[in-house]
């Protein structure tokens, strides 16, 4: 965001107001709601250092304490929120007794300030473009889809039916890396306590043999000595720099750009990443289509929900393509993401006026996908998974038995 400072006349005396906004436009409408005052000027300057230290320190602390509304509880209130929608009671008084009545913090907090937004003359979605962390882009997409269309309370449903299915695929995530999850952290635990216990006696005989030992015993001599002499301080560290580059990530664009990059290449994980993306891109865009909205339009809302910044951009061509008269089978056909039968099925529905169908199709395609992967989880986690069990078993062999077989020869041949 950018620094600007809004001069203001409020009782007779001029004020200086820094603020922070995107554009000149939105810190006037900013500063406005601050000051009660005239606004005389608002113009963009550069951040004083200390202003940049205290927003440094205050974003620092907010994305470690930074946390999202638990998605069961976000479920419930945005089905309950529909169904006040529907039987026409207001925004405000919906979004109030929600959050008077949830038990969730972060909800609470979240939909309280809503409806003081709603209630200063906002509408729901900008109100929520503060809360996109906590919401989700997903959540902001289609209440953006229900205000254009004038169908809140539908696109609201459509919504508490999305995160479910989201929900779901997690339990199903979760279930599927029990075991794998399990096996390691017990292979971790009993290679922490033969570093901690076992090591340290084999290292006493090692010192007395006095002779060159093998790389794997040098390595777990090292671990050992970090473990026992620098243990918490190690966990500290690692700590530490989880919670600097977290940081970074959700601060500078750039380094989520190249992280983002960095998991598409990485195996398994790209294709979670990719499908899941494709799969609620194509639900959203065929939601939008079946509702009217025009095509450029519904492409703009649809990329907005996006997570993933390399597939963002990709996407965000084929809105341009789109917006120069070029048709949307040869704009998602440019971006390279989609099998040759999706852009097959794109220009069908293009030429026979049956879009919103096609689209429809196309997302239950990317969600059977995405459901294949995830059911096949465990066993394509397996290879890694005993990849790295061998090789804690083969460093501890090789650790400990290649300097006694060394010394078992060193006998034999004296003798």
Do not use: C
Not at 254 to 277: C, V
Not at 322 to 342: P, Y
């Amino acid at each position: 965001m950018k620094y600007f400072i809004a001069t203001v006349l409020a009782k007779g005396k001029k004020e200086e107001l820094p603020i922070y906004a995107n554009t000149k436009k939105d810190a006037t409408e900013y500063a406005k709601v601050k000051s009660p005052g005239i606004i005389l000027k608002v113009i963009e300057s550069t951040e004083p250092f200390d202003a940049q230290l205290i927003r440094f320190k205050t974003n620092f602390f907010k994305n470690i304490k930074k946390q999202k509304i638990k998605p069961d509880a976000l479920i419930a209130a945005i089905r309950q929120l529909a169904v006040m929608t529907n039987a026409g009671i207001s925004i405000y008084d919906s979004l109030s007794e929600i959050a008077s009545a949830t038990d969730d913090e972060t909800l609470k907090t979240v939909f309280a300030k809503l409806a003081e937004d709603i209630n200063s003359g906002y509408s729901l979605s900008a109100s929520m473009e503060n809360f996109r962390f906590e919401l989700g882009n997903l959540t902001i997409a289609m209440v953006n889809l229900g205000e254009k269309t004038g169908n809140l309370d539908e696109a609201l449903y459509s919504l508490a039916d999305m995160l479910e299915e989201i929900r779901a695929n997690f339990i199903k995530f979760k279930k599927a890396m029990a075991y794998p999850r399990n096996v390691m952290i017990a292979m971790a635990v009993a290679f922490t306590i033969l570093i901690s216990y076992v090591v340290p006696e084999f290292k006493v005989i090692f010192e007395e043999l006095n002779a060159k030992l093998p790389l794997p015993t040098r390595i777990l001599l090292t671990l050992e000595f970090l473990f026992n002499n620098y243990g918490p301080y190690v966990l500290a560290g690692l700590a530490t720099t989880f919670l600097f580059f977290k940081y970074l990530i959700n601060n500078y664009r750039d380094i989520k750009y190249k992280w983002h990059e960095l998991l598409l290449k990485t195996y398994l994980i790209k294709d979670i990443i990719k499908f899941s993306t494709l799969s609620r891109f194509t639900l959203v865009f065929s939601e939008l289509i079946r509702a009217g909205i025009p095509i450029a339009e519904a492409l703009d809302t649809s990329i907005d929900m996006i997570d993933n910044l390399p597939l963002k951009t990709k996407l965000l061509t084929v809105r341009m393509t789109v917006e120069k008269g070029g048709t949307l089978n040869h704009g998602l056909d440019e971006t390279k993401l989609f099998e040759n039968m999706i852009i097959q099925m794109v220009r069908a529905g293009e030429d026979s006026g049956t879009l919103d169908t096609m689209i429809k199709k196309v997302a239950e395609y990317y969600k059977m996908r995405f459901d294949a992967i995830i059911d096949g989880l465990s066993e394509a986690i397996e290879p890694i998974m005993l990849f790295i069990i061998a090789s804690m078993v083969i460093l501890l062999a090789l650790g400990i038995f290649l300097p006694m077989w060394d010394m078992g020869n060193a006998v034999q041949g004296r003798m």
